[in-house]
């Protein structure tokens, strides 16, 4: 029974497979049924609501009690011998001694340090804003937080008049998703939101950090980062960063709080509390969004690969075939009561990466996830988080004579 890599979830306009067959096997209903109203309940009956949910969960749990157990006798028994596996890959169990030793010699004495970000977005017709964030902490405390703002001014890309220039800034817009909303279609959007967020948290793990082990959120190597909404510049000096990251230092873990993929968390429920797996490589996860990935143009700054030029869509290669390729994925569960968790950890160090990862995580039992990483988001969340954008941008407004119309704040983190 392989166990192959599962395909990523890549950004998407129009779903597929959600046919009236699939539907009816799935939901134990027929669709028609469901769009007929005289089968919908008036009200809300919260006692047969109630008992209808219990059933169903009670139900889904033996299921899946069951489907567990053939997961750990057919599954991570056979982890190790599977083909196109890594030569770690299989079925570990971390003892408590260890657990102790690692919480009180990498832990609790700032041998650990996690970085984490968060961006939020003030959006109005007159301007938007980007706030860009993130914090570095230990268990000795904050080692540090950084931001920057973006400001982008659609009304002044041009000071012409001309019914010609003022099509194109109506066609531009009309590019941009609406008020407050996520915009995967705009480029620079995407590039202030997500790709820049995710380089300052890398940028942070390796030019500000001086601890000995390094935790990062989510995917060393995440989509929106070696994309970087088709700048190639932005990609280059990404790549850089990754690799200093995971050929040079290496001794770092990436836990991903809203993982992609069922097909690890499925298996990873199956383990018991202080136990990992490792279920393949990074280069493997990523060779699928490879393909997809295309620039707008060549890099303009150095584009070397250690003394060879290479074109843009060569770097984001290369550093699947030679860098990702040393990262591996592992899942974990921490506690009996907690779900698991996937991880990314450097070949040569992955069993102390997972004994970090799951002695952070043991400290919170009922939600299993580090908790540095957690400080560093609630760091990060109190100084650029709240309304402090908001509240500075309505000062502006009314300091300028205008009310706010049409503006808010939203706060994303990108996994």
Not at 301 to 312: A, F, K, Q, S, V
Request: glycine share 8%.
């Amino acid at each position: 029974m392989p166990v192959r890599a599962p395909e990523l979830d890549l950004p998407v306009s129009c779903p597929s497979g959600a046919t009236a067959d699939s539907f009816g096997r799935f939901f134990d209903t027929t669709l028609e049924s469901v769009l007929d109203l005289n089968t919908w309940h008036p009200g809300t009956d919260l006692v047969r609501e109630y008992a209808r949910v219990e059933a169903e969960i009670a139900r889904a749990v033996a299921d899946e009690s069951e489907f567990q157990h053939e997961i750990r006798e057919r599954v991570l028994g056979r982890l190790a011998f599977m083909k196109e596996m890594p030569e770690q890959a299989g079925h570990y169990r971390v003892p408590e001694r260890d657990i102790i030793d690692v919480q009180q010699g990498l832990l609790f004495n700032g041998g650990t340090e996690a970085c984490d970000g968060t961006t939020q977005v003030h959006d109005t017709l007159a301007l938007t804003v980007y706030q860009i964030g993130v914090a570095l902490v230990s268990y000795r405390g904050d080692q540090g937080s950084w931001s920057h703002r973006l400001f982008r001014r659609d009304l002044r890309e041009t000071r012409d008049d001309s019914t010609e220039a003022l099509e194109k800034l109506l066609e531009s817009r009309a590019a941009r998703a609406g008020l407050n909303q996520p915009d995967r279609r705009d480029g620079l959007s995407e590039l202030a939101q997500r790709a820049l967020m995710s380089y300052a948290e890398v940028a942070a793990l390796v030019q500000r950090s001086r601890a000995v082990w390094r935790v990062g959120h989510g995917s060393p190597a995440p989509y929106q980062l070696l994309l970087s909404a088709g700048n190639a510049d932005v990609m280059v000096r990404s790549v850089r960063l990754l690799r200093e990251l995971i050929e040079g230092h290496q001794k770092f873990v990436f836990v991903a709080s809203e993982p992609g993929g069922r097909h690890d968390l499925t298996i990873g429920q199956a383990l018991h509390p202080r136990e990992f797996a490792i279920l393949g490589t990074l280069d493997e996860r990523i060779e699928r969004f490879n393909e997809t990935i295309h620039f707008d143009g060549p890099a303009t700054g150095d584009d070397r690969w250690d003394g060879e030029r290479l074109h843009p869509e060569e770097w984001v290669t290369r550093f699947r075939e030679r860098v990702a390729s040393q990262v591996l994925v592992g899942v974990y569960r921490a506690s009996l009561f907690a779900p698991p968790q996937v991880f990314y950890a450097h070949r040569d160090h992955f069993e102390l990466a997972a004994r970090v990862a799951i002695a952070d995580s043991e400290l919170q039992p009922a939600r299993g996830f580090p908790v540095l990483l957690d400080l560093a988001d609630r760091t990060c969340r109190s100084i650029y988080g709240g309304g402090s954008l908001t509240d500075i941008a309505n000062t502006a407004y009314a300091r300028a004579g205008v009310g706010l119309r049409y503006g808010s704040e939203r706060q994303n983190r990108p996994d």
